[in-house]
């Protein structure tokens, strides 16, 4: 019965590996959301927005003082100069943020190019918008932008659709790969939409947005969320900045989606954004250590793996171990060792992710190092 627009898109493999650990008990490294909520503070916003009278519809481009903390909050870390009024529109997660860009600027046929491996809502999107996805593959095992493969598939395309710091390969682009990006961005006239939602999970490495660069900024759309940066994925606040046309077409497709939503939660996340910023820190310092642990431990179980720039997502090439791929290896892997992964396969057009598997370190250590025990004990190789 499902539409065309959306054959061939599986059930997002984040809620299958999800109710796959609920259903079995296992330690959960698949689906990346912490189990610590973000700071109590910001908790009490939100409850004393809830008992304060923020309980009706809020605008529909968001709350004034939300709008107001992001374009402070880029202005403050990257020197970017929005209007509040006009570069500015809160969504439902950058989940919203990312549908409504697409849906709103992309023409049925207009090519996109989209790195790959790529988040999952990225190839739904694309396709329920009518556009046609021009993957550029990051490589294992250190998955650079291959400039080269950017440039040939620039051509004649209308969008780039970027991810950096990137979900699933933890790459963050560096300043000389993002000029390059910018470049090819201008030759070809292309709008880019440029995810940053893991912008402050970096590990000695600066995140540096695109729109930063000249000549960016009037055609780059940015997307972010409070989900990431302060532990409260559950909440599905997220905003798109940039020129006005761009935001607005965003708001234009994004009226008819939800209209609005988190009422109560949108104050909240503007007191995280103007009074909390020594949070996303600390969870990045913290992050570091525990992607240092479960990086260490997988390569003493025999899942090679190197250690991300960015995110809270860490990349094992599971060839050694003789299984067919990743998805049939995930989906013994909580009987096997009682525990959760992901695999990369379903993030590729081609089969260069077949034998790639994800884990989420944005975990407690406890449960990271019960996770890491329990793969150690077991047998992990195919056939047994
Ligand atoms: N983009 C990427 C790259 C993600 O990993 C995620 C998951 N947080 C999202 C977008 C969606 O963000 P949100 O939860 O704010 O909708
Ligand atoms: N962004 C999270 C991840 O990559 C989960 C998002 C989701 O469940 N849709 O694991």
Not at 106 to 121: A, F, K, M, N, R
Not at 141 to 164: E, K, Q, V, Y
């Amino acid at each position: 019965m499902t539409v065309s627009r959306l054959q061939g898109i599986a059930p997002t493999i984040f809620g299958v590996m999800s109710t796959l650990a609920a259903r079995t008990g296992a330690v959960n490294l698949g689906q990346g959301f912490p189990d610590v909520d973000g700071p109590p503070e910001v908790v009490a916003a939100a409850v004393g927005a809830l008992h304060g009278g923020h309980n009706q519809y809020a605008p529909g481009p968001g709350v004034p003082a939300l709008r107001e903390a992001v374009a402070a909050h880029q202005e403050r870390h990257y020197g970017l100069r929005l209007d509040p009024a006009t570069d500015v529109v809160v969504t439902t997660g950058a989940t919203e943020a990312i549908a409504a860009a697409l849906l709103g600027l992309v023409e049925p046929g207009d090519p996109v190019v989209v790195l790959e491996p790529y988040y999952d809502s990225y190839v739904a999107m694309i396709q329920m918008a009518g556009g046609v996805r021009r993957p550029v593959t990051l490589r294992a095992p250190d998955f650079r932008l291959d400039l080269a493969a950017l440039r040939a598939a620039a051509g004649g395309a209308r969008f780039l659709l970027l991810n950096s710091p990137h979900n699933p390969t933890g790459t963050v682009l560096t300043g000389e790969e993002l000029a390059a990006v910018a470049q090819v961005a201008v030759e070809h006239d292309l709008t880019v939409i440029t995810d940053e939602v893991y912008e402050h999970l970096t590990y000695d490495v600066p995140h540096l947005p695109l729109a930063t660069l000249p000549g960016m900024h009037e055609r780059t759309l940015t997307l972010s969320s409070i989900g990431k940066s302060f532990s409260f994925t559950g909440w599905k606040v997220g905003w798109a900045t940039g020129p006005a046309d761009l935001v607005a077409a965003v708001l234009a497709a994004k009226q008819w989606l939800t209209y609005t939503s988190g009422a109560p939660l949108q104050p909240a996340a503007a007191y995280a954004l103007s009074e909390a910023d020594a949070y996303p820190r600390r969870l990045a310092a913290s992050l570091r250590e525990r992607r240092d642990l479960l990086c260490a431990g997988l390569n003493a179980a025999g899942l090679p793996t190197r250690a991300p720039q960015g995110t809270y997502f860490a990349v094992s090439d599971i060839r050694g171990l003789g299984w067919p791929d990743g998805l049939s290896f995930c989906r013994a892997l909580p009987e096997r060792a009682g525990v959760v992964g992901i695999p990369l396969q379903g993030f590729y057009d081609s089969d260069e992710g077949r034998h790639l598997v994800r884990w989420a370190f944005c975990k407690r250590p406890e449960v990271l190092e019960a996770g890491l025990e329990r793969l150690a004990a077991a047998d992990l190789t195919y056939g047994r």
